[in-house]
């Protein structure tokens, strides 16, 4: 490829809506452009990296005995009603209507689809196990998309499926797809993504674990703890903490006048939030009822262990439902209600904790010295708090330490989540119906892509792995119109092409600090540079992109082989 026929402009200032270095890299290296938010354009640098990148995940799904298939983007409403996901599902799942009226809908995922043609396709216990997978469009509405490629609305994702016999052979073949994610990773150039236990989420099903690469710039909370390698997103992480208890008071009730949240209230009795018990309301369980939970005053609520516990999505109660089961917003607690109004869901850091500050269920009024073993008797506590930094790790007692990451690619063990509901049956050995049960397991690619260039990357521009880089080689003819220079640039260029290398000819008549410039952005891994100076002492210079400034000299002779061992030597370590 020629530089003067590439298409995309690239240039030198950071775009203001770019948070992420990786968004600016690629809206500056001319790999992307925004057609709305959250969909983009891919031009030819970011497409040959995204077909390297399929190409990895292909050859080990194929390892796996994965077999490859293509499902339609639009899928109808019956078929997500089968498995209950139509309704279920919010506004993220684009529905429409065709001509003819029909409903409609966008894939964000492929479960329904991938039941369509297995339930079809096989029906005896001799056709198990099997996997397959495609790499499609989808199309999530999410409400903030952010960070360039990270979080899109229109994506191209690898998406498996695995269907078995029973539990063991799932668990079995997990690990399988676990150890196939971990060769794509190291081969893309992403030895640092860590494999951590996941919330199950929208997907459902019983096991999930989401492969994680730290980096500051992510927007996951990891749970890591310093002393025995736990790690854990912070929707499923769990955690210690340390307790404050004392001898056992009198309750007694106490004006608090205005102090509605934790904060007024422990500024006006000085006192820490830790010794209040704090107190959220939520509109409704899945019975319907309001729920209250309960949790010690200086740690937060996580709502995706609170869903798990009232089978429904949390949504903060209207005052009108808080006062509904007689409490009063900002000064509730469960002291004096009807159990049988409300749902009471409490965090264990409350057990042991002795004379709390808790609200009296009276206007600017508050108890001290509420105790829950004793106000609160015969009430089971569970675990729905944030984990902190600092807290103590359940494992072996060390300091948990937040971090962060990107969710570069997910696994799951839905059992029979789907296919179930989606009558999937097939006659086992003894001519008996049984439901298979089943994995799925993802990567997006195109925030692999954008994962990669976030941390393989310095302040000039993206360092890519040789693995998955647009091109092999950028040859830097400086003064192309210069006849030396062009017939040396040109013989190289035809030399490593016949090769079999993939090369990148700046043919254009820039200054070199512009066409450097573009190189960094390029991001390709072994830069030669030919000039008539250079020409002239019968040396050619060549340079590693992610070597910095630093850079070498070797013979006309010489550097074709020079060049050439080096990529087959990072293409070894890369896919060993």
Known sequence: MRMSSLVGRRYKERPAEASLDSHAFLLRGAYIRQVANGIYSLLPPAKRVIRKIEQIIREEMDRIDGQEILMPVVLTRELWEESGRYESVGNELLRFKDRNNRDLILGMTHEEAVLHISRNEVSSYKQFPFMLYQ?????????????????????????????????????????????????????AGLPEVVMIKSDTGMMGGDIAHEFMLLTESGEDTIVTCDSCGYLANSEVAVADIKSYSEEIKEMEKIKTPSCKTIEEVSNFLKIPLHKNAKVVFYEKDNEGKPVMALIRGDIEINESKLS?????????????????????????????????????????????????????????????????????????????????????CRECGGKIVLKRGIEVGNIFQLGTKYTKPMKMRYLD????????????????????????????????????????????????????????????????????????????????????????????????????????????????????????????????????????????????????
Not at 143 to 160: N, Q, S, W, Y
């Open 135 to 187: 790499i499609q469009t989808k199309f999530r509405d999410e409400k903030r998309p952010r960070g360039g490629l990270i979080r899109v609305r229109e994506f191209t994702m690898k998406d498996a499926y695995s269907f078995h016999t029973n539990a063991k052979d799932l668990d079995d073949y997990y690990n399988k797809v676990a150890d196939a994610y971990k060769r794509i990773f190291k081969r």
């Open 308 to 392: 798990k516990i009232i089978k429904t999505q949390p949504e903060m109660a209207k005052d009108e439902t808080i006062r509904k089961i007689g409490a009063i917003p900002g000064f509730a607690s469960p002291m004096h209600l009807d159990r049988e109004k409300y749902t009471l869901i409490v965090d264990h850091s409350i057990l042991n904790e002795t004379n709390l500050v808790c609200g009296a269920n009276e206007e600017d009024t508050h108890y001290k010295n509420f105790n829950f073993k004793r106000d609160c008797p015969n009430t089971q506590t569970f675990d729905i708090a944030k984990v902190r930094d600092g807290d103590i």
């Open 429 to 576: 050995e003894n001519g008996k119906e049984q439901t298979p049960v089943m994995g799925c397991y993802g990567i997006g690619v195109g925030r692999l892509m954008a994962s990669i260039m976030e941390i393989k990357k310095d302040k000039y521009g993206p360092i890519w792995p040789v693995t998955i880089s647009p091109w092999q080689i950028h040859i830097n003819a400086i003064k192309y119109n210069v006849d030396s220079v062009k017939k040396t640039a040109d013989e190289l260029y035809d030399t490593f092409i016949k090769m079999g290398y993939e090369v990148l000819l700046d043919d254009r008549n820039e200054r070199p600090g512009s066409q450097f410039a573009d190189a960094d952005l390029l991001g390709i891994p072994f830069r030669i540079i030919i000039s008539d100076k250079n020409i002239k002492e019968n040396v050619i210079e060549w340079k590693r992109r992610d070597g910095g400034k630093e850079s070498y000299k070797a013979s006309k002779e010489d550097i074709v082989s020079i060049i050439s061992d080096k990529i087959q030597e990072e293409m070894a370590r890369l896919n060993g």
